[in-house]
Protein backbone atom coordinates (compact mmCIF):
# COMPACT_ATOMS: atom_id res chain seq x y z
CA UNK A 1 0.00 0.00 0.00
CA UNK A 2 3.21 2.32 0.93
CA UNK A 3 4.06 2.30 -3.08
CA UNK A 4 1.08 3.21 -4.04
CA UNK A 5 0.39 5.95 -1.79
CA UNK A 6 3.78 7.08 -3.18
CA UNK A 7 2.82 6.50 -6.63
CA UNK A 8 -0.74 8.61 -6.43
CA UNK A 9 1.44 11.77 -4.43
CA UNK A 10 3.42 11.88 -6.94
CA UNK A 11 0.78 11.61 -9.55
CA UNK A 12 -1.88 14.20 -7.64
CA UNK A 13 1.69 17.03 -7.61
CA UNK A 14 2.99 16.13 -11.49
CA UNK A 15 -0.25 15.80 -13.34
CA UNK A 16 0.31 18.29 -15.86
CA UNK A 17 3.48 16.94 -17.13
CA UNK A 18 2.08 12.92 -17.46
CA UNK A 19 -1.60 13.15 -18.41
CA UNK A 20 -2.37 13.23 -22.08
CA UNK A 21 -4.90 15.52 -22.01
CA UNK A 22 -4.99 19.34 -19.81
CA UNK A 23 -7.30 19.26 -17.02
CA UNK A 24 -7.86 22.85 -15.71
CA UNK A 25 -8.88 23.83 -12.44
CA UNK A 26 -12.19 24.62 -11.49
CA UNK A 27 -10.94 28.56 -11.74
CA UNK A 28 -9.97 27.53 -15.26
CA UNK A 29 -13.49 27.39 -16.51
CA UNK A 30 -15.39 29.59 -18.37
CA UNK A 31 -18.26 31.23 -16.34
CA UNK A 32 -21.11 33.39 -16.57
CA UNK A 33 -23.35 35.08 -14.40
CA UNK A 34 -26.02 33.25 -13.47
CA UNK A 35 -29.53 34.11 -14.63
CA UNK A 36 -27.90 34.29 -18.54
CA UNK A 37 -28.70 30.79 -20.19
CA UNK A 38 -25.13 30.39 -21.49
CA UNK A 39 -24.76 26.60 -22.62
CA UNK A 40 -21.53 24.86 -23.71
CA UNK A 41 -21.12 22.13 -25.93
CA UNK A 42 -18.99 19.17 -24.25
CA UNK A 43 -20.08 17.08 -26.93
CA UNK A 44 -19.79 18.76 -30.19
CA UNK A 45 -21.66 16.30 -32.42
CA UNK A 46 -18.71 15.27 -34.45
CA UNK A 47 -15.45 13.32 -32.64
CA UNK A 48 -14.33 13.03 -29.18
CA UNK A 49 -12.18 16.12 -28.83
CA UNK A 50 -11.82 17.32 -24.91
CA UNK A 51 -12.68 13.62 -23.83
CA UNK A 52 -9.99 10.57 -22.48
CA UNK A 53 -11.70 7.23 -21.77
CA UNK A 54 -10.16 5.19 -18.75
CA UNK A 55 -11.73 1.20 -19.56
CA UNK A 56 -11.30 -1.27 -16.97
CA UNK A 57 -7.83 -3.14 -17.15
CA UNK A 58 -6.25 -1.24 -20.07
CA UNK A 59 -4.53 2.05 -20.20
CA UNK A 60 -5.69 5.29 -19.22
CA UNK A 61 -6.38 6.61 -23.09
CA UNK A 62 -6.82 3.80 -24.35
CA UNK A 63 -10.45 3.51 -26.17
CA UNK A 64 -10.71 -0.43 -26.19
CA UNK A 65 -13.11 -1.71 -28.50
CA UNK A 66 -14.06 1.14 -29.91
CA UNK A 67 -16.25 1.27 -27.04
CA UNK A 68 -16.81 5.50 -27.40
CA UNK A 69 -17.60 6.71 -30.65
CA UNK A 70 -19.10 9.41 -32.43
CA UNK A 71 -21.89 8.01 -35.03
CA UNK A 72 -24.70 10.05 -36.57
CA UNK A 73 -23.95 12.77 -34.22
CA UNK A 74 -24.38 10.32 -31.33
CA UNK A 75 -21.81 10.31 -28.81
CA UNK A 76 -22.55 6.26 -28.41
CA UNK A 77 -21.39 3.54 -25.99
CA UNK A 78 -21.25 0.40 -28.14
CA UNK A 79 -19.98 -3.37 -27.33
CA UNK A 80 -19.04 -5.13 -30.68
CA UNK A 81 -18.73 -8.78 -30.09
CA UNK A 82 -15.22 -9.49 -31.56
CA UNK A 83 -13.78 -7.29 -28.87
CA UNK A 84 -16.37 -7.83 -26.29
CA UNK A 85 -17.27 -12.00 -26.29
CA UNK A 86 -18.22 -11.33 -22.38
CA UNK A 87 -18.11 -8.36 -20.98
CA UNK A 88 -15.93 -9.25 -17.66
CA UNK A 89 -16.74 -6.13 -15.42
CA UNK A 90 -14.84 -3.95 -17.91
CA UNK A 91 -16.19 -1.12 -17.07
CA UNK A 92 -15.67 2.01 -18.64
CA UNK A 93 -15.48 6.06 -18.00
CA UNK A 94 -15.06 8.79 -20.90
CA UNK A 95 -13.56 12.02 -19.09
CA UNK A 96 -13.82 15.67 -20.46
CA UNK A 97 -10.30 17.28 -19.75
CA UNK A 98 -11.70 19.82 -17.20
CA UNK A 99 -12.97 20.08 -14.23
CA UNK A 100 -15.85 22.15 -13.06
CA UNK A 101 -16.85 23.18 -9.48
CA UNK A 102 -20.60 25.38 -9.88
CA UNK A 103 -22.70 24.44 -12.63
CA UNK A 104 -25.70 22.92 -14.62
CA UNK A 105 -24.97 20.08 -16.17
CA UNK A 106 -27.86 18.63 -19.14
CA UNK A 107 -27.74 15.46 -21.31
CA UNK A 108 -29.79 13.97 -23.58
CA UNK A 109 -29.88 10.11 -23.44
CA UNK A 110 -31.54 7.32 -24.19
CA UNK A 111 -31.31 3.46 -23.93
CA UNK A 112 -30.75 1.03 -26.79
CA UNK A 113 -29.85 -2.50 -28.20
CA UNK A 114 -29.39 -5.45 -25.92
CA UNK A 115 -26.70 -5.60 -22.85
CA UNK A 116 -23.51 -7.19 -23.53
CA UNK A 117 -23.29 -10.57 -22.93
CA UNK A 118 -21.79 -11.33 -19.84
CA UNK A 119 -22.78 -7.78 -18.06
CA UNK A 120 -24.39 -8.28 -14.33
CA UNK A 121 -27.83 -7.94 -13.85
CA UNK A 122 -27.99 -4.77 -12.26
CA UNK A 123 -26.42 -2.82 -15.52
CA UNK A 124 -29.15 -3.85 -17.65
CA UNK A 125 -30.19 -0.56 -19.12
CA UNK A 126 -28.22 1.07 -16.83
CA UNK A 127 -25.18 3.73 -17.13
CA UNK A 128 -24.85 7.57 -15.82
CA UNK A 129 -22.96 10.63 -14.78
CA UNK A 130 -19.83 10.79 -12.67
CA UNK A 131 -19.69 14.56 -11.19
CA UNK A 132 -16.77 15.30 -8.42
CA UNK A 133 -14.66 12.54 -9.58
CA UNK A 134 -10.82 12.39 -9.33
CA UNK A 135 -8.73 13.27 -11.87
CA UNK A 136 -8.02 9.92 -14.67
CA UNK A 137 -4.36 9.87 -14.18
CA UNK A 138 -5.28 8.74 -10.58
CA UNK A 139 -7.08 5.89 -11.08
CA UNK A 140 -5.52 2.21 -11.17
CA UNK A 141 -5.24 0.01 -14.09
CA UNK A 142 -8.32 -2.50 -12.49
CA UNK A 143 -10.23 -0.28 -10.28
CA UNK A 144 -13.86 -0.35 -11.42
CA UNK A 145 -15.18 2.98 -10.58
CA UNK A 146 -13.46 6.82 -10.19
CA UNK A 147 -14.53 7.95 -6.48
CA UNK A 148 -16.71 10.58 -7.49
CA UNK A 149 -20.98 10.89 -7.70
CA UNK A 150 -22.75 8.91 -9.79
CA UNK A 151 -25.80 10.84 -11.25
CA UNK A 152 -27.14 7.05 -12.38
CA UNK A 153 -29.22 6.66 -15.88
CA UNK A 154 -31.68 3.35 -15.86
CA UNK A 155 -34.00 2.41 -18.20
CA UNK A 156 -37.42 0.31 -17.14
CA UNK A 157 -37.13 -3.32 -17.72
CA UNK A 158 -40.49 -3.12 -19.90
CA UNK A 159 -42.66 -3.86 -16.41
CA UNK A 160 -41.29 -2.69 -13.15
CA UNK A 161 -40.80 0.51 -11.81
CA UNK A 162 -37.29 1.84 -12.30
CA UNK A 163 -36.73 5.52 -11.51
CA UNK A 164 -33.82 7.44 -13.09
CA UNK A 165 -31.04 10.23 -12.40
CA UNK A 166 -30.47 7.75 -9.19
CA UNK A 167 -27.94 8.63 -6.73
CA UNK A 168 -24.63 5.95 -6.24
CA UNK A 169 -21.27 7.09 -4.22
CA UNK A 170 -18.40 4.77 -5.11
CA UNK A 171 -15.84 6.02 -3.07
CA UNK A 172 -17.84 8.82 -1.22
CA UNK A 173 -20.83 9.87 0.53
CA UNK A 174 -23.29 12.66 0.71
CA UNK A 175 -25.44 14.67 3.41
CA UNK A 176 -28.84 14.30 3.10
CA UNK A 177 -31.80 15.59 5.60
CA UNK A 178 -28.66 16.66 7.73
CA UNK A 179 -27.21 13.62 8.38
CA UNK A 180 -24.24 11.50 6.88
CA UNK A 181 -25.89 9.15 4.24
CA UNK A 182 -24.24 6.48 3.48
CA UNK A 183 -26.28 3.87 1.41
CA UNK A 184 -24.05 3.15 -1.85
CA UNK A 185 -27.22 3.81 -4.24
CA UNK A 186 -30.43 5.75 -3.55
CA UNK A 187 -33.64 6.15 -5.63
CA UNK A 188 -34.39 9.39 -7.17
CA UNK A 189 -38.70 9.81 -7.10
CA UNK A 190 -38.42 9.86 -11.24
CA UNK A 191 -40.82 8.12 -13.60
CA UNK A 192 -40.09 5.33 -14.74
CA UNK A 193 -38.69 5.17 -18.68
CA UNK A 194 -39.18 2.02 -20.44
CA UNK A 195 -38.18 1.61 -24.41
CA UNK A 196 -35.56 3.72 -26.18
CA UNK A 197 -37.17 7.45 -26.32
CA UNK A 198 -35.01 10.19 -25.32
CA UNK A 199 -34.43 11.39 -21.61
CA UNK A 200 -33.19 14.48 -20.25
CA UNK A 201 -31.28 14.80 -17.15
CA UNK A 202 -29.97 18.30 -15.27
CA UNK A 203 -28.02 18.54 -12.44
CA UNK A 204 -27.59 21.09 -10.45
CA UNK A 205 -23.86 21.23 -8.42
CA UNK A 206 -23.19 24.41 -6.22
CA UNK A 207 -19.58 23.07 -5.40
CA UNK A 208 -19.94 21.66 -2.08
CA UNK A 209 -23.39 22.97 -1.14
CA UNK A 210 -25.83 21.02 -2.81
CA UNK A 211 -26.54 18.98 -5.79
CA UNK A 212 -29.98 18.79 -7.59
CA UNK A 213 -30.82 16.08 -10.05
CA UNK A 214 -33.69 16.79 -12.45
CA UNK A 215 -35.67 14.96 -15.05
CA UNK A 216 -37.39 16.29 -18.07
CA UNK A 217 -37.41 19.89 -15.71
CA UNK A 218 -39.08 17.85 -12.90
CA UNK A 219 -36.53 18.08 -9.49
CA UNK A 220 -36.35 14.15 -8.94
CA UNK A 221 -33.56 14.23 -5.72
CA UNK A 222 -31.43 16.65 -3.59
CA UNK A 223 -28.43 16.31 -1.34
CA UNK A 224 -25.32 17.94 0.16
CA UNK A 225 -21.78 18.30 0.96
CA UNK A 226 -20.27 15.66 -1.47
CA UNK A 227 -17.14 14.00 0.48
CA UNK A 228 -15.05 11.09 -0.12
CA UNK A 229 -15.38 8.07 1.77
CA UNK A 230 -12.28 7.69 4.57
CA UNK A 231 -13.58 4.18 5.02
CA UNK A 232 -13.00 3.25 1.34
CA UNK A 233 -9.75 1.89 0.58
CA UNK A 234 -9.22 3.95 -2.78
CA UNK A 235 -10.31 6.74 -1.20
CA UNK A 236 -8.10 6.80 1.78
CA UNK A 237 -4.92 6.48 -0.85
CA UNK A 238 -6.38 9.74 -1.93
CA UNK A 239 -6.91 11.51 1.34
CA UNK A 240 -3.72 10.44 2.40
CA UNK A 241 -2.09 11.50 -0.67
CA UNK A 242 -3.58 15.49 -0.26
CA UNK A 243 -6.85 15.44 -1.68
CA UNK A 244 -9.44 17.48 0.62
CA UNK A 245 -12.48 15.29 2.44
CA UNK A 246 -15.17 17.88 1.24
CA UNK A 247 -15.66 17.40 -2.29
CA UNK A 248 -16.60 20.93 -3.96
CA UNK A 249 -15.11 20.42 -8.01
CA UNK A 250 -13.38 17.37 -9.93
CA UNK A 251 -14.07 15.82 -13.17
CA UNK A 252 -17.42 14.99 -15.37
CA UNK A 253 -17.14 11.14 -17.13
CA UNK A 254 -19.52 9.42 -19.30
CA UNK A 255 -20.00 5.64 -18.15
CA UNK A 256 -19.56 2.88 -20.22
CA UNK A 257 -21.70 -0.58 -17.88
CA UNK A 258 -22.43 -3.03 -20.61
CA UNK A 259 -25.62 -1.33 -22.04
CA UNK A 260 -25.15 0.24 -24.73
CA UNK A 261 -26.90 4.33 -24.53
CA UNK A 262 -26.62 7.05 -26.82
CA UNK A 263 -26.19 10.75 -25.61
CA UNK A 264 -27.78 13.41 -28.14
CA UNK A 265 -26.13 16.27 -25.77
CA UNK A 266 -23.60 17.34 -23.33
CA UNK A 267 -24.15 20.81 -22.35
CA UNK A 268 -22.78 22.54 -19.51
CA UNK A 269 -24.04 26.42 -18.25
CA UNK A 270 -20.99 27.63 -15.46
CA UNK A 271 -22.42 29.73 -12.59
CA UNK A 272 -20.19 32.71 -11.74
CA UNK A 273 -18.50 32.08 -8.02
CA UNK A 274 -19.92 34.08 -5.36
Not at 107 to 119: D, K, S
Not at 151 to 162: A, H, I, M
Request: glycine letters at 8%.
Amino acid sequence: MLHLKVRLFAILFSLSAISPVRFATAQDAAVVPEGQKVWRQLFNGTDLTGWTPKIRYHELGENFGNTFRVEDGLLKVRYDADKYTKFDETFGHLFFEESFSSYRLRIEYRFVGAQCPGGPGWALRNSGVMLHGELPATITKDQDFPASIEVQFLGGDGKNPRPTANLCTPGTNVVMNGKLFEPHCTNSKSKTFHGEDWVTAEIEVRGNEVVRHFVNGELVLEYQQPQLDPKDAHSKVLLDSGAKLQLDHGTISLQSESHPIDFRKVEIMVFQPN
